[in-house]
């Protein structure tokens, strides 16, 4: 190493689930780092997903068993290290022959050549098959398994029509996902490394043996040097504009965007099981209870050429998944029962893939290190692996830094998860008898969004009048407080959109109040 201070060991670009995650591992080996996010936390990607660890049942017909084995694990490792962001979830299948491939799948081709006259239909016995695998590979051991559902006197079927008898029930994860992102960055910053928001790379300069980063604060046009030993490139979707426009790779390696697209509408069911639907057109979807009194539903698979466009739920994308749950559920629902739609951009690794649902949802880990100092670039991956992402990123880093400790993260918990995964139910009582003035649907956002920490924020107060001014729908001064000091949140989209979802119950003035007095305080800060 030549005579330079660095700064750090090792500086991560981008604050999606990837970035915070390689952040908190590394920090947790005893790694200096720092890391970088142009705009909020969870801004992209990472808050736009379809909240679910989950396997991924439909990627065992690409053949990729090594991936849907490793999420199969990772549920149950990622729900003992967060039970207040992640709960148990039962998707209930329901079955219809008239089930069928996406596109050319591998297993569509192979039937295709065995079973001609199934003419592109996905048969029961190779979704028992599917669901069985599903069961078996992870080696399950706290999710209830796979059974089959009378749907003519299950609850599960009283809002699906008729024609839908039977169904295939089986366990998967719900996800806070940007909260994921936010605790992986506390957790990281405790461990040592120092968390930017809103700080875009500017450029960089790459010696023999270290970089030279430029960042520029976003909101007041600051700018500051930085040297790092190692850079890591997770930037998700702009991971390709990385490596052209700021590290200058000759790289083949690529990205390739697909969005992703939902809609919520106000509840269309009254039990808290998640609908797994298949249509004609061989897409899935899923209908998911979502913030209590609302339905998600949702995704599409679209290219996306840029990265800077921002993504959008187009009317055409909407009006698709409208029509979709339509096929299922006995009440019609319309655009005008869309309360709120979004988007978001899948940065996957591109294998030249025939199509967007076709595209591999794997991750790739390169490093580049032949033209001096090394840089580990991030292509794809999927919610439910990034702690493994992590570990194998950092497998490739530690080669190049001296006593890097090893794995530790698995079952270590998050921020305010400290408590077993069964104990939602008496955390939320006990924070009622804690303080009186809470009730039940106020103290259960606590403990979801914050776990054991909500007694921590809430402190000693004996009235909802000790937590400050009132923004609407629950969020007090005490909380917005804390989401600014110890979350990152600087203004009222990072808190209303991603700390929380608040924004499905506020209006619009409410938001620009709330943002007003976000904007006061940290100018006297």
Known sequence: MADVELDFDLFVIGGGINGCGIARDASGRGLSVGLAEMNDLASATSSASTKLFHGGLRYLEYFEVRLVREALIERETLLRAMPHISWPMRFVL????????????????????????????????????????????????????????????????????????KAYEYSDCWIEDSRLVVL?????????????????VVSTIRHEDHWVVQLADQDTGEQTTIRAKMLVNAAGPWVGDIIQSKVRLNTKEGVRLVRGSHIVT???????????????????????????????????????????????????????????????????????????????????????????????????????????APILNIFGGKITTYRRLAQSALAKISPYFDDVSGDWTAGVALPGGDFPVDGVTDLITGLMADYPFL?????????????????????????????????????????????????????????????????????????????????ARRQAA
Not at 190 to 199: D, E, L, Q
Not at 330 to 336: L, P, V, W
Not at 471 to 487: D, H, K, Q, S, Y
Request: glycine content about 8%; aromatic content about 10%; proline content about 4%.
């Open 94 to 165: 329901p079955y219809h022959k008239d089930m069928r491939f996406e596109g050319d799948t591998p297993t569509s081709k192979l039937l295709n050549i065995v079973m001609p006259w199934m003419k592109g239909r996905r048969p029961a016995w190779l979704i028992r098959l599917g669901l069985f695998m599903y069961d078996n590979l992870g080696g399950r051991k706290i999710l209830p398994g796979t059974k089959t559902v009378d749907l003519r006197t299950d609850p599960a079927g009283e809002g699906i029509k008729d024609q839908f008898e």
């Open 184 to 200: 992986n960055a506390r957790d990281a910053e405790s461990r040592g490394a120092k968390i930017m928001v809103r700080t875009k």
């Open 266 to 372: 106000k509840r269309l069911f009254d039990h808290d099981k998640c609908y797994f639907f298949q249509g004609t057109d061989g897409r899935i979807i899923f209908a998911i209870p979502y913030e209590t009194d609302f339905t998600l539903i949702g995704t599409t698979d679209a290219e996306q050429d840029d990265p800077n466009e921002k993504p959008v739920c187009s009317d055409e994308e909407r009006d698709y998944l409208v029509a979709f749950a339509n096929q299922y559920f006995k009440r019609d629902i319309t655009a005008d029962d869309v309360v709120w739609r979004y988007s978001g951009v899948r940065p996957l690794y591109d294998d030249g893939a025939s199509s967007a649902t076709a595209a591999t949802r794997d991750y790739t880990l390169k490093v580049d290190a032949d033209g001096g």
């Open 439 to 519: 009730n039940d649907a106020w103290a259960k956002r606590l403990v979801r969004a914050y776990g054991t920490d909500a007694k921590v924020m809430l402190g000693d107060a004996k009235s909802a009048t000790d937590l400050g001014a009132d923004f609407g729908a629950t969020l007090t001064e005490v909380e917005v407080i804390w989401l600014m000091e110890r979350e990152y949140a600087r203004r009222a989209e990072d808190v209303v959109w991603r700390r929380n979802k608040l924004g499905l119950r506020m209006n619009d003035q409410q938001i620009a109040m709330l943002d007003v007095w976000m904007e």
